[in-house]
């Protein structure tokens, strides 16, 4: 076994303490225990609560260790990096050139005439003034093209925050009703989304919105895509009164029952606009090389829509009106911090904050891993923090990275955050000059761009897959699905992170054990079941245990093992195998353990003794091993029950029965 | 390495599901995959959807296989099973023998003196008149001895139960002001005690009673025995009004505020009799052969103070007054399943009846280990619940196994489950003949016996130990414990629950990762930290990660991995060693997988593939081998990527490298 070199020729019984100085870290436990081999098995060094403490917190908020730059660089250097790490515009600012400018203006002129028309149509969705998502695309772009370390990301307004946005503030207050207020709460839950985005980001508990799994996401996004084309219905049937409640079903109802309502030249011009629509966006999705004829077809198509109706006069299709031009008005005297209304604010900035957010990282983090740089998920959340709080002070709503513009903008060879500038210039002149021409522009043709852009957002594929690789991940998904249809997006993602805790929390709570067997020719121990060619070793039942050892599962874990002992017992006077002798558990896999699972260990122990059976833990894992040394168990297990794998166990303990015979 | 042998020799590409037929279980994994290797790893056997969850939902509710007993039986062997297991007491009863009886007797008779005065007292606890505590040890012991497995468990009121019983219904009702309704809310708890009990036994549901650790119910203990003893300064001051808060703050105020009510007749009797019995307790700890001596106290106390209330005729002590004659009144019709108060009822009794069965089955489950027997939790819940359920018809309130009484029980030799109809015999002849002679029983002897008997439940030699053993369990102790006093009782429990699980998530979201090496001349890899003799090999980088890999900690588990390649690579810098290659996860402890997991497995492999470093995975378990395969991610593993063990992956490869220079 070579085991020998390694075992405790020291006798000395010093305790632990020698493992900072000596090389051979062979352990001698406690000084209680005397000059007694652990077979190799050794204890983690030793460290203080508070090294622990320190250690465990920097791998809670420090996982990518962010400063690493800083070590070892002159003081020059120092600041520089500084700079760098606040204001990312910093690293390709000084290298910018020509080249890439070009490329920078063509993507940002191509995401400006998505942004235009996306903007005003998503103003809309969150019941607000469709100049309010001009606005939006103009100040939080050029914010993020400072702070932001993405390259493709184009901010502005997204579906699923304006939607999310409209619904909680609608229940409320009414737009229609008081429309100071709903401005206000708006630019006050757009000042706290910033604000728990720049917070989580600060605070490094950017982990939090890893709690939104891509299962759940898939179900909201599936779910708030189909309200939201159905709510588009108003729009393309030219329904005048319409629910303001955001289920299906008070949905579907209203479209049906306002049939008086409906409007030909609505409906005509609507469905084939929207044909259009979702024509060149096939297009755009099938070649890529022809995406500019999805990213221009929006545009287009408001062009032709009010030209239409300027022309011929359609006095019976709503449109956008009278719009104000001009610069971005300051918002911050409108920010309320008191009040009945506060609450509701706070929540919907949370909500929106945590939505946005998840959507911009996500976007962040795929186009980063497509073009093989590295986006830091907390810098970004600070980045997209402060451009929601700045831009509540600016008369703009939540805003983050959208998917669709940033895909345009990384297919029409956007190369830095320039493009998000260029992008922002544009709006600033459509703001400055071009607003009038919008009067004419139908509600229906907003409809339909709306309608274009979430219907991308249900990704049955995906659900599919989830299917078939985990059905708990699939109930997440249908979860949220359903939650958000039918009750509400809160519950919705409520029940699906519920869900998704559940799910770790069963995994915990029955963990997966089996018999193992040995792999002839090899010391390799695998489980009977799936390796056919494993097999039993005589005398000895060897169980892996695949899950830390805790309060929920030790019950659990104890009954199950006592059931595999007897069901090893049946297995035996079966087949006339040889009288069980030593249990070995292997313990690789119980990467933690409680005081509960201490218990359970010693109790078990006591309960093999007391049938002559002999329990060996093999290769137990550092954490294990300190919590038995300080539950004082390691004593009873010394001997000959620590082991650093399974071979070596069950070639020891063989060998020590033939020496016995 | 002998591994020729398990090799893929067959190129049919027939599929996994050969398993089934074939002895030597080598994995062709996909269709499109065709003839690959993938140096032994196999996929689990093939099962359905179906399969799959049976197999699931029989670990998750029938663990320990209970009806293993009925496997290959005769019909006749069949029934008398079943009769077995319904009726526990067809296990014993037919060879009950006169040497049983005698020990039995004994041990009743002892319990019963201290069933008796502990009865009374923990009923003034939950604010019930004094006779419901002794109803309440005559109908549930006799059920208890027919359906209970327990050989040790002495039935009857408990001081825990009792407790949060008294306070959360006098949130509600005030006994002194409408004692009928309050009678009817503490029966009707009693009942969905009984039925939450019972549910949660016949459901299968046991753990969820697991999910209260131990770390929580020292904390949670420690804090009611406080609580309790602090408001048994009421019977043992003397004081006529006092608060029916259960917080310490208007406890203690209400102490000091009533100052002129303290009655030095009461203060001396109640001082020196809670000294007595403290001094009993203490003798009985230390010698457990005077066990005799505490448990005759209480009994002997009440006489001693009755008589000397009655001699003297102390006008000032308060006493229990005159009780009726006679056997337990029924109460059916007192049950209350409508009206404004069902609510607190119910929420009543599930509290009450979660912590009665987590007392019931911890002690039960503690005598059956001590003794060697089993003790089945879900079959154990099912008596308890039927006991509470018929004791609500009985005029009894929530009952279960008392951990004092059993101790004592076990101590004076009880044998079966007869000593608890013993017990309740002696208490059926109080009952009818004896209640005229408590009428003169002073009010602080009650207390004092209720302060003996709580002061047991400081467990602070365990408090310090989790300090030692593990700082989050103490945590969720501490604030158990603080909850407790401080706010109340559900507030104390939850928090310490949501610690409990917050831990588990913890582990989950911030799993340990480190770098293995090899332990010289072995084919062991370990914690480079931990094991000082392990080293490095050279080209490759071993990463172990302790964790399943789930949304909550793919990307952190993504950072992490590049953070460690990256220190690598400045070890490397720094040390001259040659570059980076292949970079190998152990996978063993990686238990479980979710969609997320996957996704981050399959970037993780690209992103090393751009820096050209080669991914292999080493020891994936059954469950994620399937998920990589349904994902159809094998294939991009398949020829080189998936191995054994460790040390198979490095010689395997190293060896391929030779072979190509």
């Known amino acids: 076994m070579g085991l020998n070199t390694n075992r405790v020729e020291d006798g000395s019984g010093s305790g632990h303490a020698q493992q900072e100085t000596t090389t051979v870290s062979i352990l001698v436990p406690s000084e209680t225990m005397g ?64 080249t890439l400018l070009r490329s920078d203006v063509v993507s940002g002129l191509t995401i400006a005439s998505l942004a235009i028309p996306q903007g005003i149509s998503y103003a809309k969705l969150a019941n607000l003034p469709p100049v309010i998502g ?15 370390s993405s390259k493709h990301l184009a901010v502005g307004p997204v579906s699923i925050a304006s939607l999310v946005m409209g619904t909680m503030l609608n229940d409320a207050v009414s737009y229609s009703l008081n429309p100071v207020l709903y401005l206000k709460l708006a630019f006050t839950a757009t000042f706290f989304a910033g604000l728990c985005q720049a917070s989580l980001g600060f605070l490094r508990l950017g982990f939090i919105i890893d709690f939104l799994s891509k299962a759940t996401l898939v179900g909201f996004m599936a779910g708030a895509a189909i309200i939201v ?71 287009t198509s408001v062009i032709l829509s009010t030209v239409l109706v300027a022309v011929f006069k359609l006095h019976d299709v709503a449109t ?60 970004e959340m600070i980045a997209i923090g402060v451009m929601n709080m700045a831009g509540s002070c600016s008369s703009c709503y939540v805003t983050t990275g959208s998917f669709s513009r940033s895909a345009v903008n990384e297919n029409a060879g956007g190369q830095t955050a320039m493009s998000n500038i260029i992008m922002a210039l544009t709006v600033l002149v459509t703001l ?44 997440a998904c249908l979860s949220s699905f359903f939650g958000v249809l039918f009750v509400s ?30 792999i002839p020719g090899t010391e390799i121990y695998q489980d009977l079941d799936r390796y056919r060619e494993a097999q039993r070793v005589p005398s000895f039942v060897i169980l892996g245990v695949e899950a830390p050892i805790y309060f929920a599962n030790a019950t659990y874990l104890q009954e199950r093992i006592l059931r595999w002992l007897r069901e090893e017992d049946d297995w035996i006077a079966a087949n006339n195998g040889s009288t069980l002798k030593c249990v070995i558990i292997d313990m690789t896999a119980v990467t933690a353990m409680d005081t509960s699972g201490i218990s359970m260990v010693k109790e078990l122990k006591k309960m093999l003794e007391k049938r002559s ?30 082991y650093r794998t399974v071979g070596e166990a069950v070639a020891d303990i063989s060998s020590s029965w033939k020496a016995q015979l």
């Open 613 to 642: 059976l002999q329990l060996v833990l093999a290769n137990p894992v550092g954490s294990v091993m300190e919590k038995l040394h300080k539950s004082n168990s390691l004593e009873s297990f010394g001997s000959n029950g620590l």
């Open 489 to 518: 997006v809160p519950v919705g993602l409520t029940i699906a992170v519920g869900i998704s805790v559940f799910k770790i929390l069963l995994h915990v709570t029955r963990p997966n054990t089996g018999v193992l067997g040995n």
């Open 229 to 299: 084309s159905m709510q588009q219905l108003k729009g393309l049937l030219g329904i005048v009164n319409f629910t303001s409640k955001m289920q299906i079903i008070p949905v579907l109802s209203s479209v049906i029952e306002q049939r008086d309502e409906w409007s030909w030249h609505a409906i005509v011009m609507g469905f084939s606009s929207l044909a259009c629509l979702l024509t060149t966006r096939q297009i755009g999705l099938r070649k890529p090389k022809l995406f500019w004829v999805s990213a221009a077809a929006p545009l």
């Open 35 to 98: 000059p007694q081999e652990l077979h190799g098995v050794c204890l983690p060094p030793q460290k203080t609560t508070f090294q622990k403490l320190r250690h465990k917190l920097s791998e809670i908020f420090f996982p990518d260790d962010p400063l690493h730059r800083f070590k070892n660089q002159t003081n020059v250097n120092k600041i520089l990096f500084a700079l760098h790490f606040v204001f990312p515009v910093f690293q390709w600012a000084p290298n910018y050139n020509l």
């Open 134 to 148: 001009l606005y939006s695309s103009f100040v939080p772009p050029l914010i993020y093209a400072v702070l932001g």
């Open 320 to 379: 956008i009106g009278q719009l104000k031009k001009g610069l971005n008005p300051s918002s911050a005297n409108m920010l309320y911090f008191h009040g009945e209304f506060l609450a509701i604010a706070v929540k919907t900035g949370a909500v929106t904050g945590l939505l946005s957010l998840t959507e911009g990282i996500a976007v962040g983090r795929t186009f980063a891993s497509l073009k093989n740089y590295q986006v830091d998920g907390n810098k």
């Open 432 to 475: 400055l000059f071009l607003m009038p021409l919008f009067r004419y522009t139908p509600d229906l043709i907003l409809a339909a761009i709306i309608v274009t852009a979430v219907i991308g957002l249900i990704d049955y594929q995906s659900a599919i897959n989830l299917w078939k690789v985990d059905k708990l991940d699939f109930l």
